[in-house]
């Protein structure tokens, strides 16, 4: 094979440009994915290579809903992540894309609503989370725009830019007042937060406001006793010092676990409490969580009733 072979799918009409002879685009290390479209068997292209062959074919079309999600890493709920087909859409006026494993879409857009990434058409991450918002549940749509608006400043160990702003969010919502999922959409706004860097951490936060208990902060640092920052807790009650911390799969991992026993006993020395948090904690009616955290206020409850009855 010519050692310019694309890593990902590529339309069969450029076969002559890279080199290959109608013989080898019929071999077996390659496949046909779709009309006109091939991949190379073992290609281990990224999300957006292995889709750049459906946009290369029809110039007109843009990656769209779930297919631009994966592109720009927008969180999803796990009925949409095991759902690979493409979904490609060109403007209104045109025809629907129609092929094997595609979804097509007519889409109306506005200025700024398709953006490039790596030579790519797909809709921007405020349009894409729009264009979602009829598939999700509002606790969902939370979950995907914390991933868009998420940021943390450079004194963070893992700084991040957004993606979008919640402004610019609420922008696109105001430009389509009449499309569907519109009005999910609005409600999830005003849930939406900066600073989750995962959408378990977004459900622990509304499992939370659920049940009645105060809004956490996000992106609040822990300081040292030289004023360093020292912990960075997934959310945090600031007045009662309690860190939460969500423990994801990889949390399992032997290193991980030293880390994070070692983070648990300098929380700990700093003054606060730490809550850890796993998946099972956030699932059911009655998730948890919440009685974990309601057992983490009650010694500054007691504290603070003690203070209160000594000053009487």
């Known amino acids: 094979m010519p050692a310019n072979l694309p890593n990902g799918s590529f339309p069969a009409s450029a076969a002559v440009t890279l080199g290959l002879s109608q013989k080898q685009l019929r071999r077996d290390g390659i496949v046909t994915v779709s009309r006109g479209l091939r991949l190379p068997l073992h290609s281990t292209g990224t999300v957006i290579e292995h889709l750049r062959g459906y946009t290369d074919l029809d110039p007109g079309c843009c990656l769209c809903h779930t297919s631009a999600a994966r592109v720009h890493q927008v969180s999803l709920p796990s009925f949409l992540e095991e759902d690979w087909r493409i979904h490609l859409a060109r403007p209104s006026e045109a025809w629907k894309p129609r092929r094997r494993n595609v979804v097509g879409h007519q889409l109306t857009f506005k200025p700024g609503e398709v953006v490039v990434v790596d030579g790519v058409r797909v809709t921007s991450p405020a349009r894409t989370w729009l264009?979602?918002?009829?598939?999700?549940?509002?606790?969902?749509?939370?979950?995907?725009?914390?991933?868009?608006?998420?940021?943390?400043?450079?004194?963070?160990?893992?700084?991040?830019?957004?993606?979008?702003?919640?402004?610019?969010?609420?922008?696109?919502?105001?430009?389509?007042?009449?499309?569907?999922?519109?009005?999910?959409?609005?409600?999830?706004?005003?849930?939406?937060?900066?600073?989750?860097?995962?959408?378990?951490?977004?459900?622990?936060?509304?499992?939370?406001?659920?049940?009645?208990?105060?809004?956490?902060?996000?992106?609040?640092?822990?300081?040292?006793?030289?004023?360093?920052?020292?912990?960075?807790?997934?959310?945090?009650?600031?007045?009662?010092?309690?860190?939460?911390?969500?423990?994801?799969?990889?949390?399992?991992?032997?290193?991980?676990?030293?880390?994070?026993?070692?983070?648990?006993?300098?929380?700990?020395?700093?003054?606060?409490?730490?809550?850890?948090?796993?998946?099972?904690?956030?699932?059911?009616?009655?998730?948890?969580?919440?009685?974990?955290?309601?057992?983490?206020?009650?010694?500054?409850?007691?504290?603070?009733?003690?203070?209160?009855?000594?000053?009487?």
């Open 131 to 312: 264009d979602l918002a009829q598939r999700m549940s509002i606790d969902d749509l939370v979950a995907a725009g914390d991933s868009i608006v998420c940021s943390h400043g450079p004194d963070h160990p893992v700084p991040r830019e957004p993606m979008a702003t919640i402004d610019q969010l609420k922008a696109m919502v105001s430009a389509h007042p009449g499309m569907r999922g519109v009005r999910k959409a609005r409600l999830a706004l005003d849930l939406i937060r900066v600073g989750a860097d995962s959408p378990q951490e977004s459900l622990m936060r509304l499992a939370l406001i659920n049940a009645g208990l105060a809004e956490p902060v996000l992106n609040h640092v822990i300081y040292n006793e030289w004023g360093q920052p020292a912990v960075w807790p997934d959310a945090a009650y600031v007045r009662e010092k309690v860190s939460l911390q969500y423990d994801g799969g990889h949390h399992g991992e032997p290193e991980q676990y030293r880390r994070d026993i070692k983070r648990q006993a300098l929380t700990e020395r700093l003054g606060w409490q730490e809550v850890r948090v796993a998946r099972a904690d956030l699932e059911g009616d009655r998730p948890a969580v919440v009685d974990k955290v309601r057992r983490a206020f009650k010694p500054s409850i007691e504290l603070a009733g003690g203070a209160l009855r000594s000053a009487i």
